[in-house]
């Protein structure tokens, strides 16, 4: 947007009881990430240098959030709710150390892109004063409604305040709006609550513009792009339509996807080039797929790296903290949690591996369990590269085999391992030759004795 300067405010001082929850509502995720991430992201994306977050009273955790997601994002208590325009108020001293665009987000409105963020600001610069973000609902009731005057915006008019006739009107308020950063203030400060719920409504910022003579615009938008949360219900409906909008920007993007119904991602899933993901996979947050890679069926994948050309699943559960290297492969019913596995090495079947690294071209045999809790820490296996670990057997961390080092299958290892050694940690075989012929004989004793 040129070299003018933006400060996004994010209103999220909603309390949310509707969603019937503990957790504030603006803290509920969607696609791996909290309402107000999203918000953040599309501000960022949209090249606001400044954010301010409105929180309600004692909302420590809403700060924290804040905090973790844009350390120099100002943070502004509303002490009591009074409207929208007393919330944006409550971000006062930002405002008033001045910025070109003024952008207002909703919170609990997470699915807004950056590039209609973008047309806003377009708005602005070619000099409307105010800019309202309008959509046409499938059901507009409890919308406030856009009068237009020709084509320019004359007022928004809130539902309980409208009359039969602007209550036909189906061009609608979706909440966002942008301001022009001259007039903001003096606007925003001649906004009363004479209204039928005695609030300072953002909305009344229209009116007093074209008073002023100012000019106003309306910009619109898709439903889904606005669509705001209140109950577990809409919740869910923002995670399908943010679900086919990741789908849709994967595909597009070049990942091969047989079922993409099927496939859960997260807003920050990255992929390579020509990477494969089959039907029901589930993508938590923060994983990257490298090149080539597949993941098979019914694999579920949260804070780890795919390294290029490897294979994951059907049936692998990646953990956070996992890397698996180029053209290693993790098979089904296999669980990784903060683990390395360096290019190249298989565990294919039936294994948990958690806390530890697997060399280069090692393999680890079925069932294979890295025992890496002792029941107060955790302790880290070191697998080098080349070792071979027979199946069934349990690596008792802290614990090291050495490069080319083979286990035999069903050890159980809790002492270090030399390279190039064979560790046996298991009993020897007994055999007693003809024992089962006499058993059978003396149970066929037993029987005739009847
Ligand atoms: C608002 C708009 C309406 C629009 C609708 C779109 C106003 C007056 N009305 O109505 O035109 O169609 O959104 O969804 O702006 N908030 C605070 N502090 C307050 C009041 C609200 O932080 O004192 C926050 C809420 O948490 C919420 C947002 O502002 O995120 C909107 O408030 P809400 O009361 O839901 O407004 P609506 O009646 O839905
Ligand atoms: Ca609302």
Redesign the pocket.
């Known amino acids: 947007m040129g070299a003018r300067t933006c400060l996004t405010i994010v ?6 009881t509707r969603m019937r929850s503990r957790l504030p ?2 803290l509920h995720q969607v696609g791996g990430q909290t309402l107000l991430a999203h918000v953040l992201a599309a501000a960022r994306a949209a090249d606001s240098e400044r954010l301010a977050v ?1 929180v ?1 009273p004692g909302r420590e955790d809403v700060a924290a959030e804040v905090k973790r997601l844009a350390p120099d994002a100002a943070i502004a208590v ?1 002490s ?8 944006v108020l ?1 971000a006062r001293k930002t405002i008033a150390q001045g910025a070109d665009d003024i952008l207002v987000a ?4 997470p699915l807004i892109r950056p590039q209609t963020l973008d047309r806003m600001r377009a708005a602005l610069a070619e000099g409307a004063a105010v800019v309202v973000l309008g959509f046409r609902p499938r059901d507009p009731s ?4 856009l009068v237009m005057d020709g084509t320019a915006l004359s007022a ?1 008019r ?2 309980k305040d409208a009359s039969e006739a602007e209550r036909a009107i189906t061009l ?4 966002l709006m942008a301001l022009a950063g001259g007039s903001a203030l003096s606007l925003l400060d001649k906004i009363g609550c004479g209204n039928a ?1 005695r ?6 910022v229209v009116a007093l513009a074209r008073a002023d003579g100012l000019r106003t615009a309306v910009i619109e938008a898709e439903e889904d792009e ?1 669509r ?1 949360i ?1 109950t577990k219900a809409q919740l869910a409906e923002a995670e399908a339509a943010l679900q086919q909008r990741l789908r849709r920007a994967a595909l597009e993007a070049g990942v091969t996807m047989i079922a993409p119904e099927t496939v859960y991602l997260s807003a920050d899933t990255a992929f390579g080039e020509d990477v494969v993901v089959e039907p029901y996979v589930v993508f938590g947050p923060g994983v990257r797929v490298g090149d080539r890679a597949v993941i098979h069926a019914f694999s579920h994948l949260a804070g780890a790296q795919v390294g290029e050309e490897a294979s994951i699943g059907p049936y692998a559960r990646l953990r956070p903290g996992t890397v698996v290297g180029r053209g290693a492969r993790v098979g089904n019913f296999v669980e990784l949690k903060a683990a390395v596995i360096e290019a190249g090495a298989k565990a294919n079947h039936l294994s948990y591996i958690g806390d530890g690294r697997v060399g280069e071209g090692a393999n680890i045999g079925a069932g294979t369990i890295f025992c890496n809790y002792d029941g107060a820490r955790k302790h880290h296996t070191d697998v080098g590269k080349g070792a071979f670990i027979g199946s069934n057997s349990a690596l008792v961390a802290p614990v090291t085999i050495g490069d080319g080092a083979y286990v035999g299958s069903g050890s159980v290892i809790t002492d270090d391992v030399p390279a190039d050694a064979l560790a046996l940690g298991r009993v020897k075989q007994v055999v007693k030759e003809g024992w089962a012929q006499r058993l059978r004989n003396l149970k066929g004793a037993g029987k005739n004795s009847t």
């Open positions: 209103l999220a001082a909603g309390e949310g509502k603006v409105v309600g509303q009591e709710r009074r409207g929208t325009a007393h919330a409550a909703f919170a609990d409105t409890g919308y406030g409604r928004i809130e539902e609608c308020n979706a909440g719920k609030e300072f409504y953002l909305t009344d606005v705001g209140n």
